[in-house]
Nanobody, 117 residues
């Protein structure tokens, strides 16, 4: 399964962006990760195989993760963006149920999000 992200860009602080991720096949769980320059990759939000949505504390109340019924398209609505949200955002998917919710075996190339103050 291949995953491809889209929707990144540059916005001012307080703005919004919507990221999309399309997987080429069925997935059991998907998530969004991000990596800022000089920092380790961190989880942003995910949807587990039972539909439960999880967010890291720093994005709760601002980001909304959603998924198409077919489970092969994932979205991340990002509101009230802050400069510290600047990062490369990666979509990840798992094609094996046993990997969910903490491991993923398909990763996209990433889409850049830049938030200016």
């Amino acid at each position: 399964v291949h995953v491809v992200e889209s929707g990144g860009g540059s916005v001012q602080s307080g703005g919004s962006l919507r990221l999309s991720c399309e997987a080429s096949g069925y997935t059991y769980c998907m998530g969004w990760f991000r990596q800022a320059p000089g920092r380790e990759r961190e989880g942003g939000a995910r949807i587990d195989n039972d539909g439960l949505k999880q967010y890291r504390d720093s994005v709760k109340g601002r980001f909304i993760i959603s998924q198409a019924t077919a489970k092969n398209t994932l979205y991340l609505q990002m509101n009230s963006l802050k400069p510290e949200d600047t990062a490369m955002y990666y979509c990840a998917a798992s094609t094996r149920l046993t990997l969910c919710p903490y491991a993923y075996n398909s990763w996209g190339q990433g889409t850049q999000v830049t938030v200016s103050s």
